[in-house]
């Protein structure tokens, strides 16, 4: 930014002011006055003889020049003299002759003198001009840097049905304003990078934009749930097709959570206080567990920065239903027979995850007797289902298999021998050479168990190439999410959505430009249930309610960076 040139008192520079000068003092002594001088003449101003030689102004020499003023010297030694050279004259326009005589008559106050002026200057006008002069620096800094703002949201406490505490619902969401938006999916450059691609490079860096290479020396397992991390967060939603939207449903959904969570006892429920509430049993259990879920695939946990709304949330969460967890480890204890295992497989994904992310040892011990009762339940065919160690289907035991996953994300053992016998139960319910599932031996393959069995077979070592996973994640991107009537089903998608993100390539490219358009547009965006999904007409909406259905569907959004992609974990194993 460019500075106004500096002015003098006169409003101009010493050069033009020299023929007003020589015009208001007049022809020196002996002088002819000029003849022909053209332009108006300037009144002349009557000048009195000082003791000390030198003539001070004795008329009004204001009235001429109203902008300048002259100060006489006080006193002799003090006085300033014009400097001895040559004055050019205005009325002739010729060089004046210089001299003692033609100096002492001339003599008239200095035009500037910026080292007498900082001298004589008041110091609170010294400091003033200074401290104007840094703002107007820091000024230019800032404006240099040009940072990007925090998009802010606010929990109202108005809506909320509760006292809430002030201060604990401002949350400063930090989006990248890079993000891709709803028809850059094409051409992001990130996710026109086909999996295979990837699979024979040798080097992760050259396929990958983000820097895989600073958990080399980390697990390959264990850095699965690091994209949850701020930083890794922003970078994978942006590699992987989100958008602004996307995470902005997030934080809804999340805010929607914290609305409706019980704040005397911590924990939440499948039945209300929210409309559409499940029309089974009450489950507080499974109901905390998932909304604990949602909360943590964006990062958030107990040990999170005190300034976040949602810390709070997800430590009184955690407070209640670690205190319902037994001595043997299952966290069921309410709801229907046929949810008691499906509840436990939350809460151990729930628990494993949260010591995953915090590796906080407090959690150690809760995780590892969760998994214990895992590997204890399991039937004998590989799977599980409603009752501890008897019977198997593919729905139940999907969540298992997560639930064994988070334990090895954390760091936990798992007994190679319990993977491998659900592999086999998996063998039981394969249709089509593997490309689909069935909900139990006896039946046909449903693409809800096809998902949900292409996933176990993804985290359970089948490799990217598999002819197999290609055919199941085909059938999969041909019937894509749609909100039509009789169409809903978020238990499918949120199992699909898994699955072809983990293939990334061309399966992910497609189920994700509708995933990403139809969540957020048909998310609940006002009243009292904004930022939930509604349950009605959903396929596992009535049994289920809305927070199921707002849970997977968070799940979802939360897909971009809630686990690394399967096959980038094999990269960092090589």
């Given at each position: 930014?460019?500075?106004?040139?500096?002015?003098?008192?006169?409003?101009?520079?010493?050069?033009?002011?020299?023929?007003?000068?020589?015009?208001?003092?007049?022809?020196?002594?002996?002088?002819?006055?000029?003849?022909?001088?053209?332009?108006?003449?300037?009144?002349?101003?009557?000048?009195?003889?000082?003791?000390?030689?030198?003539?001070?102004?004795?008329?009004?020499?204001?009235?001429?020049?109203?902008?300048?003023?002259?100060?006489?010297?006080?006193?002799?030694?003090?006085?300033?003299?014009?400097?001895?050279?040559?004055?050019?004259?205005?009325?002739?326009?010729?060089?004046?002759?210089?001299?003692?005589?033609?100096?002492?008559?001339?003599?008239?106050?200095?035009?500037?003198?910026?080292?007498?002026?900082?001298?004589?200057?008041?110091?609170?006008?010294?400091?003033?001009?200074?401290?104007?002069?840094?703002?107007?620096?820091?000024?230019?800094?800032?404006?240099?840097?040009?940072?990007?703002?925090?998009?802010?949201?606010?929990?109202?406490?108005?809506?909320?049905?509760?006292?809430?505490?002030?201060?604990?619902?401002?949350?400063?969401?930090?989006?990248?304003?890079?993000?891709?938006?709803?028809?850059?999916?094409?051409?992001?450059?990130?996710?026109?990078?086909?999996?295979?691609?990837?699979?024979?490079?040798?080097?992760?860096?050259?396929?990958?934009?983000?820097?895989?290479?600073?958990?080399?020396?980390a697990s390959p397992v264990r850095v699965a749930l690091s994209g949850r991390e701020e930083g890794m967060r922003e970078a994978l939603l942006k590699a992987y097709g989100g958008t602004g939207n996307t995470q902005e449903s997030v934080i809804e959904a999340l805010r929607w959570?914290?609305?409706?969570?019980?704040?005397?006892?911590?924990?939440?429920?499948?039945?209300?206080?929210?409309?559409?509430?499940?029309?089974?049993?009450?489950?507080?259990?499974?109901?905390?567990?998932?909304?604990?879920?949602?909360?943590?695939?964006?990062?958030?946990?107990?040990?999170?920065?005190?300034?976040?709304?949602?810390?709070?949330?997800?430590?009184?969460?955690?407070?209640?239903?670690?205190?319902?967890?037994?001595?043997?480890?299952?966290?069921?204890?309410?709801?229907?027979?046929?949810?008691?295992?499906?509840?436990?497989?939350?809460?151990?994904?729930?628990?494993?995850?949260?010591?995953?992310?915090?590796?906080?040892?407090?959690?150690?011990?809760?995780?590892?007797?969760?998994?214990?009762?895992?590997?204890?339940?399991?039937?004998?065919?590989?799977?599980?289902?409603?009752?501890?160690?008897?019977?198997?289907?593919?729905?139940?035991?999907?969540?298992?298999?997560?639930?064994?996953?988070?334990?090895?994300?954390?760091?936990?053992?798992?007994?190679?021998?319990t993977l491998s016998r659900v592999s086999g139960y998996l063998d039981l319910v394969a249709r089509d050479g593997g490309s689909r599932y069935a909900y139990v031996p006896s039946q046909t393959a449903k693409l809800s168990m096809s998902a949900e069995g292409l996933l176990c077979?993804?985290?359970?070592?089948?490799?990217?190439?598999?002819?197999?996973?290609?055919?199941?994640?085909?059938?999969?991107?041909?019937?894509?999410?749609?909100?039509?009537?009789?169409?809903?089903?978020?238990?499918?998608?949120?199992?699909?959505?898994?699955?072809?993100?983990?293939?990334?390539?061309?399966?992910?490219?497609?189920?994700?430009?509708?995933?990403?358009?139809?969540?957020?547009?048909?998310?609940?965006?006002?009243?009292?249930?904004?930022?939930?999904?509604?349950?009605?007409?959903?396929?596992?909406?009535?049994?289920?309610?809305?927070?199921?259905?707002?849970?997977?569907?968070?799940?979802?959004?939360?897909?971009?960076?809630?686990?690394?992609?399967?096959?980038?974990?094999?990269?960092?194993?090589?």
């Amino acid at each position: 930014m460019s500075q106004p040139e500096a002015r003098g008192p006169l409003e101009g520079s010493p050069a033009n002011l020299l023929p007003v000068v020589g015009a208001l003092a007049g022809p020196a002594e002996g002088a002819p006055p000029a003849s022909g001088a053209a332009g108006p003449q300037l009144p002349r101003v009557a000048v009195a003889e000082s003791t000390s030689g030198g003539r001070t102004p004795s008329g009004n020499l204001e009235s001429v020049l109203p902008k300048v003023a002259l100060r006489p010297p006080t006193t002799a030694a003090s006085a300033m003299s014009v400097p001895k050279t040559a004055v050019r004259r205005a009325a002739s326009g010729g060089a004046a002759t210089g001299g003692a005589s033609a100096a002492s008559s001339a003599a008239l106050p200095p035009l500037l003198d910026v080292a007498e002026w900082a001298r004589q200057a008041p110091a609170w006008l010294t400091s003033a001009i200074l401290h104007i002069l840094a703002l107007l620096l820091l000024a230019l800094v800032l404006v240099s840097q040009q940072p990007s703002r925090p998009f802010v949201l606010q929990l109202d406490p108005r809506d909320s049905g509760e006292a809430l505490q002030p201060g604990d619902l401002d949350l400063p969401l930090e989006i990248s304003e890079t993000l891709l938006e709803a028809n850059d999916l094409e051409t992001a450059e990130a996710l026109e990078i086909d999996a295979s691609e990837m699979l024979a490079a040798t080097e992760i860096t050259r396929t990958s934009p983000i820097a895989w290479e600073k958990e080399a020396s980390a697990s390959p397992v264990r850095v699965a749930l690091s994209g949850r991390e701020e930083g890794m967060r922003e970078a994978l939603l942006k590699a992987y097709g989100g958008t602004g939207n996307t995470q902005e449903s997030v934080i809804e959904a999340l805010r929607w959570l914290a609305r409706n969570q019980d704040r005397r006892s911590g924990l939440w429920s499948l039945t209300g206080p929210y409309q559409d509430g499940a029309n089974g049993p009450e489950n507080p259990d499974a109901a905390t567990a998932m909304a604990l879920l949602a909360f943590q695939g964006a990062g958030y946990t107990p040990a999170g920065n005190e300034n976040e709304p949602f810390t709070a949330i997800t430590r009184r969460g955690w407070t209640a239903l670690l205190k319902r967890q037994e001595s043997d480890g299952r966290f069921f204890q309410e709801g229907a027979a046929h949810d008691r295992l499906y509840t436990h497989a939350m809460g151990a994904i729930a628990i494993c995850e949260l010591y995953g992310m915090t590796e906080d040892s407090a959690y150690r011990e809760p995780a590892s007797r969760a998994i214990r009762y895992c590997v204890d339940s399991q039937a004998p065919e590989g799977g599980w289902r409603y009752t501890p160690g008897v019977d198997s289907d593919t729905s139940v035991t999907g969540w298992f298999v997560m639930a064994l996953q988070s334990a090895q994300m954390a760091g936990l053992e798992v007994p190679s021998e319990t993977l491998s016998r659900v592999s086999g139960y998996l063998d039981l319910v394969a249709r089509d050479g593997g490309s689909r599932y069935a909900y139990v031996p006896s039946q046909t393959a449903k693409l809800s168990m096809s998902a949900e069995g292409l996933l176990c077979r993804q985290y359970l070592g089948w490799k990217h190439g598999d002819q197999r996973l290609q055919r199941g994640a085909d059938l999969l991107v041909a019937s894509l999410p749609s909100w039509d009537a009789d169409a809903r089903d978020v238990y499918y998608w949120y199992y699909a959505a898994q699955v072809c993100h983990h293939m990334e390539g061309r399966h992910w490219r497609t189920w994700n430009a509708t995933m990403r358009r139809l969540l957020p547009e048909h998310q609940v965006r006002a009243g009292r249930e904004r930022g939930s999904w509604d349950p009605q007409g959903d396929r596992w909406g009535g049994r289920g309610g809305r927070l199921f259905v707002t849970c997977l569907s968070t799940y979802m959004l939360e897909v971009y960076y809630r686990h690394l992609p399967i096959y980038r974990l094999d990269l960092l194993a090589r």
